[in-house]
């Protein structure tokens, strides 16, 4: 494979100078060796494409995705398990991280062990991973914890973008003009954009905590009542949070990445991808009463993805190369428009007790932006409780205020459960 990087992952690479990694943590009881974490990553690694791949610049600087039979082992530091708040520390460490070994793959695993509990960490540059792909190399991995001897699937790397979604769409030439058209539309606006540096200079930090399985419960069913969803509902809570904090600075605006394998069927759900289209939401001011108000965020959220034509989104993108650098300056010195990104991974589809060993916890994922506008908040479900993170930089917004949001958002969260059942 030798594949220019399609542009939602240009955008991700950054540049070769600039980490822009994702973790992944889950908390293990139960022992398994050196050995058997080896294997299981060798197999993991043989089937995925991207992770037998490195990055490399052309003499022009334009990143490719090169395969290569020279490449390193997934590499495994090791290191003594002392907390159970080490994971929020080594995320951190890895945020900071390129990969830019001469033969080392795009992806590394941290092992925090003690005598009966271990953390597994995987980390990997966010150009080739979404959340749904590190749901799978984690399933995968812990399968083959556990049962060494079984033998993964490998599948072929697509070389364009044209490549993979061929036959299911051709781009008309009325696209490729539009395409075209719009290429220079945006030269034009960045052109007159600044590109000054402004993107934060303080530290990338993380924020963790957790819904208990009653609330979590409980918040579900509401939303079912209501005709509303969890995502909806949370997204407006954020919202009202960031409102409630940071007053005239708050936006009103939060950010939701949807999964492309809802549209492209050629990007099977074990392959690994990092594009996610993006739909923008903010709160309808016109509607009365929480419940209203997120079920008309659920209905708008539900048009937004409809409407997406992401095939065509994926071809025309392509036509938008010459303006990547100029877009990823842009994102580093501006504030943007919206609060938060936010991304519900749902119920993941991990066991939770496998033959020799429990898996105690999963920490939705994390991400170290290196963004002027770094306010990331991932949700995920596992044993049926809620767990959050939510990242971002103190020079663009104060870890005290972070966690003022956080207070505000759970308090809000209780109140309305409160009042359901008043």
């Keep these: 494979m030798r594949r220019r990087l399609i542009m939602g992952e240009r955008i991700m690479y950054v540049d070769s100078s600039t980490p822009l990694n994702c973790v992944f943590a889950v908390t293990i009881r139960g022992?398994?060796?050196?050995?058997?974490?080896?294997?299981?990553?060798?197999?993991?690694?043989?089937?995925?494409?991207?992770?037998?791949?490195?990055?490399?610049?052309?003499?022009?600087?334009?990143?490719?995705?090169?395969?290569?039979?020279?490449?390193?082992?997934?590499?495994?530091?090791?290191?003594?398990?002392?907390?159970?708040?080490?994971?929020?520390?080594?995320?951190?460490?890895?945020?900071?991280?390129?990969?830019?070994?001469?033969?080392?793959?795009?992806?590394?695993?941290?092992?925090?062990?003690?005598?009966?509990?271990?953390?597994?960490?995987?980390?990997?540059?966010?150009?080739?991973?979404?959340?749904?792909?590190?749901?799978?190399?984690?399933?995968?991995?812990?399968?083959?914890?556990?049962?060494?001897?079984?033998?993964?699937?490998?599948?072929?790397?697509?070389?364009?973008?044209?490549?993979?979604?061929?036959?299911?769409?051709?781009?008309?030439?009325?696209?490729?003009?539009?395409?075209?058209?719009?290429?220079?539309?945006?030269?034009?606006?960045?052109?007159?954009?600044?590109?000054?540096?402004?993107?934060?200079?303080?530290?990338?930090?993380?924020?963790?905590?957790?819904?208990?399985?009653?609330?979590?419960?409980?918040?579900?069913?509401?939303?079912?009542?209501?005709?509303?969803?969890?995502?909806?509902?949370?997204?407006?809570?954020?919202?009202?949070?960031?409102?409630?904090?940071?007053?005239?600075?708050?936006?009103?605006?939060?950010?939701?990445?949807?999964?492309?394998?809802?549209?492209?069927?050629?990007?099977?759900?074990?392959?690994?991808f990092a594009f996610a289209p993006i739909a923008e939401l903010s709160v309808d001011d016109k509607v009365e009463g929480f419940w209203e108000k997120a079920k008309k965020l659920k209905e708008d959220l539900n048009t937004k993805i409809a409407s997406m034509k992401v095939h065509e989104l994926l071809i025309m993108s392509e036509y938008f190369h010459g303006s990547v650098n100029k877009m990823v300056k842009y994102l580093l010195t501006t504030d943007g428009s919206h609060d938060v990104t936010f991304s519900n991974m749902g119920r993941l589809g991990i066991p939770e007790s496998y033959n020799s060993f429990e898996v105690e916890a999963i920490y939705s994922p994390t991400v170290g932006f290196p963004w002027r506008n770094p306010n990331t908040i991932v949700v995920s479900t596992f044993k049926g409780e809620m767990d959050f993170t939510f990242c971002s930089n103190d020079a663009f917004l104060p870890e005290n205020e972070a966690e003022a949001i956080k207070d505000k958002a759970l308090e809000l969260l209780q109140r309305e459960l409160m009042m359901s059942y008043a």
């Design 31 to 272: 022992s398994f060796t050196l050995e058997r974490l080896r294997n299981a990553l060798n197999k993991v690694q043989q089937k995925h494409p991207l992770l037998r791949a490195s990055i490399k610049e052309d003499n022009a600087g334009v990143p490719y995705f090169v395969s290569s039979n020279k490449l390193a082992e997934i590499p495994i530091r090791i290191s003594e398990r002392v907390s159970d708040n080490d994971w929020k520390i080594q995320s951190k460490v890895e945020w900071r991280k390129l990969f830019d070994g001469k033969n080392a793959p795009l992806a590394r695993v941290v092992w925090l062990k003690d005598a009966e509990v271990s953390d597994l960490i995987l980390v990997c540059p966010h150009c080739i991973c979404d959340g749904t792909t590190f749901v799978t190399l984690m399933s995968e991995v812990l399968e083959l914890l556990d049962k060494p001897e079984k033998e993964l699937s490998s599948y072929l790397p697509f070389n364009s973008m044209e490549g993979l979604l061929s036959p299911s769409f051709k781009a008309s030439k009325g696209k490729v003009l539009k395409a075209r058209f719009f290429s220079v539309v945006a030269r034009l606006f960045f052109l007159f954009k600044s590109t000054k540096i402004n993107k934060p200079v303080g530290q990338n930090y993380l924020l963790h905590w957790r819904l208990d399985a009653d609330s979590t419960a409980a918040l579900t069913a509401e939303c079912k009542a209501a005709g509303a969803s969890v995502h909806s509902a949370l997204c407006l809570i954020l919202l009202n949070a960031f409102q409630s904090v940071r007053g005239d600075k708050a936006h009103g605006k939060v950010i939701c990445p949807v999964d492309v394998r809802k549209f492209v069927t050629e990007i099977k759900d074990d392959n690994m």
